[in-house]
């Protein structure tokens, strides 16, 4: 598979069970270090961070610009929960898709996907020179169409609470439940006498309610545990690099 391949078919891919590894990254990282890290063949994407990390909008759209001229596709955090209103202006400055953090309520779903999608499914706004695979002139109703096939949407369980609603969460429009498995932690903590014990609990069984839906599970692993990972049944993985 060549690299405009994976650029454009990530979310086809994910739908369809396969196992796709990202690189969670820093927005500075240059053009050498990114070539370096996908013309490796260990990374099929990168993800970048606004949540726990600065950023500017000029800065995402450059490194969104450098990413896809390397064919590599841009997976954003966004930097909070409450701010799924702002999915399709963080997606005009270039990112190939979205995730967002500590998600909790069946509303910010909701929001999350209305927000993403152009009409008649969504309600972004038309409109950002910088979007990805836009091109120099851009049918409004293909574009549309053609982002509905394309943009990757995350949704990131972080609790006790949303793992136990993971199935209510793989709604139509959402690619992945990706794991926060250090906010996880703090809530397993917090209920020492729930049935699920540990993270990998909860992997086991968000993965068993996602079964039958084309909604993948994400998980941040280590390099050295993609293997047991892949074995529980999480398709996408993200390292840090």
């Given at each position: 598979m060549n690299q405009d391949d994976?650029?454009?078919?990530?979310?086809?891919?994910?739908?369809?069970?396969?196992?796709?590894?990202?690189?969670?990254?820093?927005?500075?990282?240059?053009?050498?270090?990114?070539?370096?890290?996908?013309?490796?063949?260990?990374?099929?994407?990168?993800?970048?961070?606004?949540?726990?990390?600065?950023?500017?909008?000029?800065?995402?759209?450059?490194?969104?610009?450098?990413?896809?001229?390397?064919?590599?596709?841009?997976?954003?955090?966004?930097?909070?929960?409450?701010?799924?209103?702002?999915?399709?202006?963080?997606?005009?400055?270039?990112?190939?898709?979205?995730?967002?953090?500590?998600?909790?309520?069946?509303?910010?779903?909701?929001?999350?996907?209305?927000?993403?999608?152009?009409?008649?499914?969504?309600?972004?706004?038309?409109?950002?020179?910088?979007?990805?695979?836009?091109?120099?002139?851009?049918?409004?109703?293909?574009?549309?169409?053609?982002?509905?096939?394309?943009?990757?949407?995350?949704?990131?369980?972080?609790?006790?609470?949303?793992?136990?609603?993971?199935?209510?969460?793989?709604?139509?429009?959402?690619?992945?439940?990706?794991?926060?498995?250090?906010?996880?932690?703090?809530?397993?903590?917090?209920?020492?006498?729930?049935?699920?014990?540990?993270?990998?609990?909860?992997?086991?069984?968000?993965?068993?309610?996602?079964?039958?839906?084309?909604?993948?599970?994400?998980?941040?692993?280590?390099?050295?545990?993609?293997?047991?990972?892949?074995?529980?049944?999480?398709?996408?993985?993200?390292?840090?690099?």
């Amino acid at each position: 598979m060549n690299q405009d391949d994976k650029l454009f078919t990530l979310k086809k891919r994910i739908n369809a069970g396969e196992t796709v590894v990202g690189a969670s990254i820093s927005i500075n990282t240059d053009r050498r270090l990114l070539e370096e890290l996908i013309g490796g063949g260990n990374y099929e994407f990168v993800l970048i961070d606004s949540q726990h990390s600065p950023y500017d909008e000029d800065r995402l759209t450059d490194f969104c610009k450098m990413a896809h001229e390397l064919g590599v596709h841009v997976q954003f955090r966004i930097k909070h929960t409450r701010h799924t209103y702002l999915v399709g202006n963080y997606l005009d400055l270039g990112p190939g898709g979205i995730e967002v953090p500590q998600v909790e309520l069946d509303d910010t779903v909701d929001d999350a996907v209305s927000n993403f999608y152009y009409s008649p499914r969504g309600v972004r706004s038309w409109g950002g020179k910088a979007r990805f695979g836009l091109g120099d002139a851009p049918d409004r109703l293909e574009y549309a169409k053609w982002w509905g096939e394309t943009g990757v949407l995350w949704m990131q369980v972080e609790s006790v609470a949303a793992v136990a609603k993971a199935r209510q969460f793989a709604k139509s429009g959402v690619d992945c439940l990706s794991f926060g498995p250090a906010d996880l932690s703090f809530s397993l903590e917090l209920h020492p006498y729930h049935p699920f014990k540990s993270v990998d609990d909860c992997i086991a069984h968000v993965v068993e309610q996602l079964e039958g839906t084309n909604v993948a599970v994400c998980f941040r692993n280590s390099p050295e545990d993609r293997q047991k990972y892949k074995d529980m049944g999480v398709r996408v993985l993200l390292e840090s690099v």
